[in-house]
């Protein structure tokens, strides 16, 4: 199910050409520039090694920069401008995609929302 679900938003944000994970580490990063990776796993519930994977493609790409001084082993991650860029056309095709969900949720999305949300309370 959470492949379909993930495969739902991948397809809405086609146009932008990123993914889902991707959208979302632009996202966080674009809430919290300077942030470094232990921040950013934290806070997007990611592995450090998984999310350092992850941002491979989007710093190749010239997405995100990091702007931490030469030397420094703690990065400080912003979206470049071409990744400002990209997040700007993002972001209306995934509230396009999150309308679309709740119209076919109907009172299920805020159920499930709740549920989602209270996810750090449950640990």
């Given at each position: 199910m959470s492949q379909r679900v993930t495969g739902f938003y991948d397809t809405a944000l086609e146009p932008a050409g990123i993914s889902v994970t991707q959208y979302s580490l632009l996202a966080n990063i674009w809430r919290m520039p300077g942030?470094?990776?232990g921040q950013l796993a934290q806070?997007?519930?990611l592995e450090r090694s998984t999310l350092?994977?992850?941002l491979q493609p989007?710093?190749?790409q010239g997405f995100i920069?990091?702007?931490a001084p030469g030397g420094s082993r703690k990065r400080q991650l912003h979206l470049s401008p071409l990744g400002e860029e990209i997040y700007a056309k993002a972001v209306p095709l995934?509230?396009?995609a999150q309308t679309n969900v709740k119209l076919?949720?109907?009172e299920s999305y805020e159920a499930l929302w709740h549920i989602f949300t209270q996810?750090?309370?449950l640990e």
């Open positions: 942030c470094g990776t806070r997007v519930r350092v994977r992850t989007l710093l190749s920069v990091d702007k995934w509230q396009q076919h949720l109907g996810i750090d309370t």
